[in-house]
C-alpha cells in the first residue's frame, strides 16, 4: 500500500490497509494474486504480486529482512515497512545462491558495470546543468565543478 513515510496520516492508512489486507489472507491465503492484482498500487499487481526473483540488496533493508524471516509458501504475518508504503508479502519460495564461472556471467557483469557507469554519468551531467542553470523558488543543490562524485 503505497505511502510516503514522512507523511504520517497517509503512513497509517497505508498501514491499516495491510493489517485489513493481512486478515483477509489469514482466512484466504490462496488469494494473495486475487488481492494484489486488485488493491496493490505497485507494478506487480498485473502480475499478482509476483516480483520475480530477488535478492536482499535489490530491495529495501526492511523488505530484504522480512524476505529473510518469511516462511516459503506462506503469507508473511506481519506487515512490511518501508519508505516507499507498507507491504504485503508472501514469499513462494527461497533458492539458494551458487557461484557461477566467471564465463556464465562475464556478459551480465559488463552490462551492469556499463548501466551503473552511464547512470553515474547522467547523475554528473544533471547535477553540473542544475549548478548552471537560474532557477527561482527551489533549491536543487547543482554542482559548480565537472568533477562531481
Known amino acids: 500500500f503505497s505511502a510516503d513515510a514522512a507523511d504520517p496520516v497517509a503512513y497509517g492508512r497505508a ?10 489472507l489469514a482466512e484466504q491465503p490462496q488469494r494473495f494474486a486475487a488481492m494484489a492484482r486488485d488493491v496493490s498500487a505497485c507494478p ?8 520475480g526473483q530477488v535478492t536482499g ?8 529482512e522480512a524476505l529473510r524471516r518469511a516462511e ?5 504475518p506481519e506487515p512490511v515497512e518501508t519508505p516507499y508504503g507498507v507491504h504485503v508479502l508472501r514469499l ?22 556499463g548501466a551503473r557507469v552511464w547512470r553515474h554519468a547522467v ?9 548552471r542553470a537560474e532557477i527561482g523558488g527551489i533549491e536543487l543543490g ?8
Open 15 to 24: 498501514r491499516e490497509q495491510a493489517l485489513a489486507a493481512l486478515a483477509r
Open 44 to 51: 506487480s499487481a498485473a502480475s499478482g504480486g509476483n516480483l
Open 57 to 64: 540488496d535489490a530491495v529495501t533493508p526492511a523488505f530484504a
Open 72 to 76: 516459503p509458501g506462506r503469507v508473511h
Open 92 to 113: 513462494e519460495r527461497r533458492i539458494a545462491g551458487r557461484v557461477l564461472p566467471f564465463e556464465m556471467v562475464e556478459e551480465r557483469i559488463r552490462e551492469w558495470l
Open 123 to 131: 547523475r554528473q551531467y544533471v547535477s553540473i546543468l542544475v549548478g
Open 142 to 149: 547543482g554542482a559548480q565543478s565537472p568533477l562531481v562524485q
